[in-house]
């Protein structure tokens, strides 16, 4: 008998959950909160209400981005659980179709027909809902929504990514707050992009560069919002 020995390759796909989650809330702290900063500051406001502005915008930003991912994350839970109890309810009822539908998914993926017969017959008798669940469905443990885990990752990353520029605000003179916050803020951003492509396997410089310019891009439009009504009162 052939005894299974422990695969140690490391792969990147379960990190998918908790990363796009972190990088999403860290990206949008840095990027909202630099955003307003700025604006705020281009509407000549004094440095006191722009700190108080960050802030805010800090707190409301944190709750947001937990309560968005929640609610959007327990949707795509809702989903899975859904189809999950249908597929159950499906083996029970007709399991030799459900073995049919099994073994025609093996044989679209290159599968011998009586080798894909096999396959399904020994899946299905391990573990039936789980081998629908897999290649039926496309859900799988490493790649199931987890909302809980969305929601606290998006709330902590944001909370630090709007901390950065705050602090730059805080220590800036009033009359460098805008250059220094703008500057520190790309410099984030591509610190960001760059970490969260190489925990992604992706390019280092392609991840660091899709950033900063939406970021720059942002920064930008609020500074440009914020000087025209800042001269219009």
């Known amino acids: 008998m052939i005894s299974p020995r ?22 949008d702290g840095i990027v909202s909160t630099a955003s307003l900063v700025v604006g705020v500051a281009a509407a ?16 409301a930003g944190a709750m947001s981005m937990a309560a968005g991912e929640y609610v959007s994350v327990h949707s795509q839970a809702d989903t899975e659980n859904a189809d999950l109890a249908r597929e159950r309810a499906e083996l029970e009822d007709n399991p030799g179709a459900e073995h049919r539908e099994l073994a025609a998914i093996y044989v679209m993926r290159g599968l011998a027909p009586e080798l894909a017969q096999q396959v399904a017959t020994q899946l299905m008798q391990h573990d039936a809902l789980g081998a629908h669940a897999r290649d039926e469905l496309g859900i799988s443990e490493t790649l199931a929504a987890q909302p809980v885990q969305a929601a606290l990752s998006s709330a902590a ?13 805080a220590l800036a003179p009033g009359w460098l707050l805008i250059p220094c916050v703008a500057t520190t803020a790309l410099v984030f951003l591509a610190l960001l992009g760059a970490v969260a492509a190489r925990a992604g396997g992706a390019s280092l410089l392609v991840g660091a560069r899709r950033v900063t310019f939406w970021g720059a891009l942002a920064m930008a439009s609020t500074a440009g919002v914020g000087a025209l009504f800042g001269a219009v009162v």
């Open 6 to 27: 422990r695969h140690t390759e490391r792969h990147r796909t379960d990190r998918i959950g908790w990363l796009r989650a972190a990088v999403l809330g860290a990206n």
């Open 44 to 59: 000549s406001a004094s440095q006191s209400s722009i700190l108080l502005t960050g802030v805010a915008a800090l707190v």
């Open 157 to 169: 990353s944001f909370a630090i990514g709007a901390l950065l520029p705050l602090a730059v605000c």
